[in-house]
RNA sequence: GGACGAGUGGGUGAGUGGCUGAAACCACAUCCCUGCUAAGGAUGCGUAUGGGUAACUGUACCGAGAGUUCGAAUCUCUCCUCGUCCA
């Protein structure tokens, strides 16, 4: 959620930075009314219910006083019916107000370039050259079903579309991966979590995903639980509704999940193979961090996930997303795109992104600095998508004959 | 699944209708005193939000929500969580 008292003081400057990402002006210029209105309805409403506090008080010392206190309930009652009409419009006016706040998204950070969706995105810079092959390298799924690796057609039985079940090496390698991931990333200072894979409606409310886009995720039937989009959501939320002291700060997790997703208007793309799946396997980075360092944070989290590929000898590049391609949440997104030489282009393969206090606002996570309160910055990155990552080994190390070498560092993790 | 009990500020914990936004203790912060290894004293110390340059002040919050009442941490109902016992 953006600051509704700096959109208040700075509506100019707030709005200009909005219109970049595409926020109408005149949305923006409701929710100001809104939020004054609330304002105004609150006051009158607390007015009303200080006169009602103060004749409760009389009322008491007439009481034990022995004083006659019809007058006096008479007028008490009276104020009472205007209470509750107040009570009401302010009520309204809140829930108005937040539809609208609660589905505007985050400010973009000035360094964020402009643009109309991911080709306007700006490469900063590529890590490892892509090899040559003597032969044309085949695309993922080819190799994945010669190998055995992975079985398309058995996860649509058990399921639906989009779902897919990894055999022998491939189901291996995705524990290997993971494995790896949780340790490389460990070792980088980032804290192991294990967390639930099912999450309450505000935890989604709390990092975004709802009310906006409830359309993408999967709700259990009988009780109000969604299947997590991405551990983001859990690990976040851990600390919600929380005042954090200082000396806890900066707290940085990592955590292993399924992460699920309904892909709704993805219909078309990506069908074949398992960039695209309802069901994926995701290390994700977390990061809590006071604003002052949480710039710093954010390129520790780059790196990491950018190191991770490079231990895998995995060529991939790093590009700045443009505002229009920049997520709901989020105020900068630096993308890590894997070479893939099958589809001969570089694929997303992890998301690092810094939030700012939009998520903290929404969440209420506060830290202690000093006497005062403050929101803290949140941040989140994959590290990585081991689908994509498998996907990516696969593409990269395969032979003419159609045979997959295994990154050395995952060695230890198979026995090799 | 059933029965009972509990949920209060950073912690322990008092509080069964008004004088309680909440005792006391601990922790914490600032200041003072003392000066032989640790102790004593004073003051302050929840969160959110509105008004005010500020001092200060209004409102809300004692697991969550609803209700009774002029007035609720305290009474009623529903839900959640935890504990104990039973199946």
Known sequence: MIDLKLLQKDFEGISK????????????????????????????????QAAQNAMSKEFGMYKREGKDISELKAKVDENKIRIADALEIQRLRQEELEALAMAIPNIPDDDVPDGEDEDDNIEIKKVLTPKEFSFTPK?????????????????????????????GMGARLERALINFMLDFNRQRG?????????????????????????????????????????????????????IL??????????????CFRKEAGAAGRDTRGMIRQHQFH????????????????????????????????????????????????????IDLEVWLPGQNT????????????????????????????????????????????????????QNSDGSIDIPKVLHPYLGL
Request: aromatic share 8%; charged share 30%; net charge negative.
């Open 17 to 48: 930075k909005l219109q970049r990402k595409g926020v109408d002006e005149k949305l923006l210029e409701k929710v100001k009314i809104k939020f004054e209105e609330l304002k105004e309805a609150k006051a009158h409403f607390e007015t009303l």
């Open 139 to 167: 695309e993922h799924w080819e190799l994945a079903e010669q190998n055995g690796w992975i079985d398309f057609e058995r996860g649509v039985k058990l399921a639906t579309s989009r779902f897919s079940v990894s055999f």
């Open 190 to 242: 980032f804290e192991e979590v294990s967390v639930p894979a099912l999450v309450n409606r505000k935890a989604l409310e709390g990092t975004g995903q709802l009310p906006k886009f409830e359309d993408d995720l999967y709700k259990i039937q009988d009780q109000e639980l969604f299947l997590i989009p991405t551990a983001e959501v859990p690990v976040t939320n851990l600390y919600q509704d929380e």
């Open 245 to 258: 002291s200082l000396d806890k700060l900066p707290k940085r997790m990592t955590a292993y999940t399924s």
């Open 282 to 333: 995701k290390v994700e980075l977390v990061s809590i961090a006071t604003p002052g360092e949480s710039d710093i944070i954010f390129n520790d989290m780059v790196t990491c996930a950018s190191d991770l590929l490079t231990a895998l000898e995995l060529p991939h590049r790093l590009v700045t997303l443009c505002t229009g391609d920049l997520g709901f949440s989020a105020a900068k997104t």
């Open 346 to 397: 570089y694929r997303e393969i992890s998301s690092v992104s810094n939030t700012r206090d939009f998520q903290a606002r929404r969440a209420k996570i506060r830290f202690k600095n000093g006497k005062k309160n403050e929101l803290v910055h949140t941040l989140n990155g994959s590290s990585l998508a081991v689908g994509r990552t498998l996907v990516a080994i696969m593409e990269n190390f």
